[in-house]
């Protein structure tokens, strides 16, 4: 039986096809392109809106107010006030704050009250030095509601180490944004050597190493980088 040998050859596209299916290809790339770019900035944005801008700048306090009998007292809003000193016993008023209806009174549950010091007078206006480990809270009660302030708890409660975060928003009790704290808080840096004293650093100049006995500065200043 003889071979039959076919040539099949497919029939070329037409130049219009061509043209349709780069279309349909650039086209399909594009949309890939944009939901890229909208999951990253949904993701980016879904990222910053999570930032946080600060610390909460406010210290819960809670306890539970009991009578002489050691009974709950009943369930109703009561005056207090909340004030720090710098002294376990006498010493100098820091920080105030009173809860009494003018602003807000505390509501007891079952005895149980919490407040938050610091959100009807600010407990970051400055009078505070949180680079300090002598501060005291000293609550008071008015149990009559009549602004006598009948009732002082005796005992003044020592802030922990909590409350001190405040001071994780400076350098070692200076805030970075104050220029004059860091001018006057000289910083060198001790690279080889047996150390450098800190009058060799000032403002402007920055003792960068100990080398044969000579201390070696650079200065920046409106000339330019100088090296001494």
Do not use: C
């Not at 040539?7 to 070329?12: F, I, L």
């Not at 009250?113 to 600010?122: M, T």
């Not at 505070?128 to 149990?143: E, G, M, R």
């Not at 800190?198 to 201390?215: Q, S, V």
């Amino acid at each position: 039986m003889p071979y039959l040998s076919h040539n099949y050859r497919s029939p070329k596209k037409s130049r219009l096809r061509t043209l349709k299916e780069a279309g349909v290809f650039f086209g399909f790339s594009m949309l890939a392109i944009m939901l890229t770019l909208f999951i990253l900035g949904w993701a980016a944005y879904a990222l910053q809106s999570q930032a946080a801008t600060g610390i909460n700048q406010q210290l819960n306090y809670q306890g539970k107010l009991m009578t002489a009998s050691g009974v709950q007292v009943a369930n109703t809003n009561y005056n207090f006030r909340f004030r720090i000193y710098n002294a376990s016993s006498g010493g100098t008023v820091l920080w105030t704050e009173r809860w009494t209806a003018t602003s807000t009174q505390i509501t007891t549950v079952n005895g149980v009250f919490s407040a938050a010091l610091g959100s009807i007078n600010a407990l970051s206006n400055g009078s505070i030095d949180w680079n300090s480990d002598s501060l005291y809270l000293q609550v008071d009660l008015d149990a009559d509601n009549n602004g006598s302030w009948e009732e002082s708890f005796a005992t003044r409660k020592r802030l922990t180490s909590t409350p001190y975060a405040f001071n994780a928003n400076q350098v070692n009790g200076f805030s970075a944004t104050s220029t004059a704290a860091v001018a006057d808080y000289n910083n060198a840096i001790e690279t080889e050597g047996t150390g450098v004293p800190t009058e060799e650093a000032t403002a402007i100049d920055l003792t960068a190493g100990f080398i044969n006995n000579n201390y070696n500065t650079f200065t920046l200043n409106a000339a330019g980088l100088s090296w001494v």
